[in-house]
């Protein structure tokens, strides 16, 4: 067993929801193997406050939480990152900046839970859903056996997770 632990980015347009989201599970689910980060490629400069709201009320301490540009990843004293995911997909038809050391990367898209319309019990529906697909999703990629898999057996691992077919817990 290696102590490695790993850097995993999670990236989208706003930096308001789903990345923010993924980072604070990843950080959760992952202690001790895994640390999250999230960026936005055009960041709103806050957090979305049901964002806020539904971290708080799953007993996460939200102090972590920031809008942040992802031209901070790519800066030199920046975290060598190992994986970075796209969780919309707008974010995953941009060109993203050149991560040194060539992380691993999968588009992991999410529905925007921002752009929901209805009445705010649906808004916040909406962002509990996004919870729960992203949980799902970073549930299955931190149970892979990153040790003795081989690179191309994780990528399609990576993306099998980003399509739904992994997602679910079957491995």
Known sequence: MTDKIYNVLFLCTGNSARSVLAEAIMNRIGSGKFRAFSAGSQPKGE????????LRQLNYD?????????????EP??????????????????????WPGQPMSAHWGVPDPVAATGTEAEKRLAFAEAYR?????????????????????????????????????AA
């Not at 939200?62 to 790519?74: C, I, L, M, Y």
């Not at 975290?79 to 969780?87: C, E, G, R, S, Y």
Request: aromatic share 8%; charged share 20%.
């Open 47 to 54: 957090v979305h406050p049901y964002t806020l709201d539904l």
């Open 62 to 74: 939200t102090g972590f939480a920031r809008s942040k540009d992802w031209s901070e990843f790519a």
């Open 77 to 98: 004293d920046a975290p060598a990152l190992d994986f970075v995911f796209t969780v919309c997909d707008s974010a995953a038809n941009e060109a993203c900046p050149v």
């Open 133 to 169: 697909m992203l949980n799902a999703r970073i549930s299955a990629f931190t149970s892979l056996p990153l040790q003795s898999i081989d690179r191309m057996t994780l990528q399609r691992r990576l993306d099998d997770i980003g399509s739904g077919d992994q997602a679910e817990g």
